[in-house]
């Protein structure tokens, strides 16, 4: 298959047509549609389907395409705040999750592979070799694997259908009304497929077609669901089960299911093939490059990629740049993190990441020269994940200022001093407003201080229409491996493995000589560093999920700092004639833009089936709660 390789990236879509030589135009042959038979005699469009499949995985913040915006809901549930336009104001105003959120029930696509892996074997047998029918059938398999997985971790067990289900107009469709399985059953499904294919699957190498290494991703993240699942969940109260076990699994398989995880994890990192990517000295801009980066790194694992040669791009950097530097006058500035993400990442010294801005007693402002000096020391994984006031991007300082602090003598106190106008200049002639913000209502300026690094394209006009971006969507890299393996070996008593593979991973942070200790290292400190490596890799709110946390962590209280999203605005002092003047100082207030607090319930913990799902299979068990 090695020559077909290349239509991966393009061949997304199957232009197919039959023209008809009849006259009568309600006579003439579908002009869209192939045979079977003739699409497994062309290897171009047997690639294409492939490609087409790889396409159709899902994803809930992934980058997608040039219409593709699952991107936004990294403002619902992950570490930020939506800033843009007042259309999507909702998504900073959600009073409960919806008991349909996350849903996914998709058996048109898994029909779709397992029809594509019967004819594997059906047509293929004149164009293909055995050997390329084992790899096609092997990448097939691990599609519908990766599939049966974004289903189970959102519905819970789902029916596992692996053969072609066929009516057979009796006018009975009861042999077609499959059961749900149980969870755990279609989490050993998941890990059987990946057992029995990663051997033969070949594509060594290759980061946009699954290879051995990518199946044990898989295994490694799958296994690690299954185990904290079946862990946690049996702790909850009340716990979120089913009576035939389509909910919940056994607290006794948590063991079972950590070290097949921590196995499978400890074969991609003792291979050799991928390394933890350190190409650039500069912590920051290194981490920032782990994920961008397409040349020479080998931690990623596998990708969906983009090709801006070929057409096939996003607008990512376009709807998410930082607003003082676009390049199109029409481009957004919409996905902007939050405090409460900035402050979790510690500072180098092992310290706690809250940011000092008053003085200890809290009767004065701490002043800073520079906006950066306040986020100085901190783990490099901040800079290279957010843009906070003062850092670079594109050769240029994102500067912001929300604008001035003017002191007041007869109240002793000072004044704030803010303007719709940015890039605006105060009195004195100096800067009142920065041309990127931060605001408290303007759209598509930040709302809570920063902007996202991540993900967004440092190359020329990428933020403009006509260029736009070719940055991959990361599925798997050896960065969650290091860590899937640190939690795995945690849960299970092997702290020092847990310590060996956390700290490689924080010492590439820039913490060196404050990495963690077998006495300092805790169950809370693994998962904290998935919050600091991991952001807005769609990780956050399953993370949450697995270790049965979200419905404590989003209570749906003002109370709780995670309920609500903290932004930080920068103003500069004016006090002439004193040494505090055009110093620099710093207020942490709610997001203007942000509504109510974050609810997270119990049935949240599984998505709801469809009533029409129910309504055509009696056999489905309705999920708890719902």
């Not at 749900?180 to 890990?191: G, L, P, Q, S, W």
């Not at 003002?558 to 207020?587: C, H, M, Q, T, W």
Request: with cysteine; charged share 25%.
């Amino acid at each position: 298959m090695k020559n077909i390789s290349k239509y991966i990236i393009v061949g997304v879509g199957l232009l197919l047509s039959s023209v008809s030589c009849k006259k009568d135009f309600l006579e003439r042959e579908p002009v869209s549609i192939v045979t079977d038979e003739d699409l497994w005699k062309d290897p171009k469009l047997i690639v294409g389907l492939l490609a087409n499949y790889y396409n159709r995985m899902p994803t809930d913040q992934g980058l997608t395409d040039q219409a593709g915006s699952q991107w936004r809901n990294m403002s619902v549930y992950d570490d930020a705040l939506w800033s843009g336009n007042s259309n999507d104001q909702w998504r900073n105003d959600i009073p409960s999750y919806g008991r349909d959120w996350w849903r996914l029930y998709d058996y048109g696509f898994i029909r779709d592979l397992n029809l594509a892996i019967d004819n594997v074997d059906k047509y293929g047998g004149s164009s293909l070799t055995d050997e390329q029918k084992t790899q096609l059938k092997a990448e097939f398999r691990f599609i519908r694997a990766y599939q049966y997985f974004e289903m189970v971790k959102r519905m819970g067990g789902v029916p596992l259908v692996t053969s072609q289900l066929i009516y057979d107009y009796s006018g009975d469709p009861s042999p077609l009304q499959q059961p749900r399985a149980k969870e755990a059953e279609v989490y050993d499904f998941i890990a059987s497929e990946m057992d029995a294919i990663q051997d033969v699957i070949a594509n060594g190498g290759s980061t946009g077609r699954a290879n051995k290494y990518t199946c044990l991703a898989l295994k490694s993240r799958a296994m690690l669901y299954a185990a904290t699942i079946a862990k946690y969940n049996a702790l909850l109260t009340p716990s979120v089960v089913t009576a035939g076990g389509e909910v919940g699994i056994p607290a006794s398989r948590a063991n079972e299911y950590f070290q097949k995880s921590l196995d499978a994890s400890k074969a991609i990192i003792n291979s050799g093939a991928y390394s933890l990517y350190k190409g650039n000295p500069n912590p920051g801009e290194n981490f920032y490059e782990a994920i961008v980066k397409k040349a020479n790194n080998k931690e990623v694992i596998f990708v969906r990629d983009f090709l801006t040669s070929k057409a096939k791009k996003h607008g990512f950097t376009y709807d998410n740049i930082a607003r003082g530097i676009r390049e199109d006058n029409l481009s957004s500035s919409n996905i902007t993190p939050s405090l409460n993400l900035v402050e979790s990442y510690d500072n180098l010294d092992g310290t706690a990441g809250t940011l000092k801005i008053r003085t200890p007693d809290n009767s004065d402002y701490i002043y800073f020269d520079k906006t950066t000096d306040l986020f100085a020391n901190k783990d490099a994984r901040l800079y290279g994940t957010v843009i906070f006031p003062g850092a670079s991007f594109k050769g240029l300082a994102i500067d912001m200022q929300a604008g001035v602090k003017k002191w007041d003598a007869a109240t002793n106190a000072y004044q704030t001093v803010e303007s719709a106008d940015l890039g605006s200049a105060y009195t004195d002639g100096k800067l009142l407003v920065a041309p990127s913000g931060p605001h408290r209502s303007i759209m598509e300026v930040s709302n809570t201080g920063f902007y996202l690094r991540k993900y967004i394209d440092s190359g020329a006009g990428t933020s403009t229409r006509g260029i736009q971006s070719d940055v991959w969507w990361v599925w798997f890299r050896l960065g969650e491996i290091y860590l899937n393996a640190a939690e795995a070996a945690f849960e299970l008593g092997q702290i020092s493995d847990a310590l060996t593979y956390t700290n490689a991973i924080r010492e590439r942070a820039g913490f060196g000589a404050n990495n963690y200790s077998s006495a300092t290292l805790t169950l809370e400190k693994v998962r904290k560093e998935r919050r600091s490596e991991l952001a807005f890799e769609d990780h956050r709110l399953w993370d949450l999920k697995r270790w049965r946390i979200a419905d404590k962590v989003w209570n749906g209280t003002e109370s709780n700092p995670e309920d609500v999203v903290y932004a930080l605005y920068p103003y500069r002092v004016v006090r002439p004639g004193d040494p505090r003047d055009g110093k620099i100082v710093f207020d942490k207030l709610r997001a203007p833009r942000f509504g109510a607090p974050r609810f997270f319930q119990l049935f949240n913990y599984y998505s709801s089936f469809d009533q029409s799902v129910l309504n055509n299979n009696p056999k489905i068990v309705p999920n708890p709660f719902n």
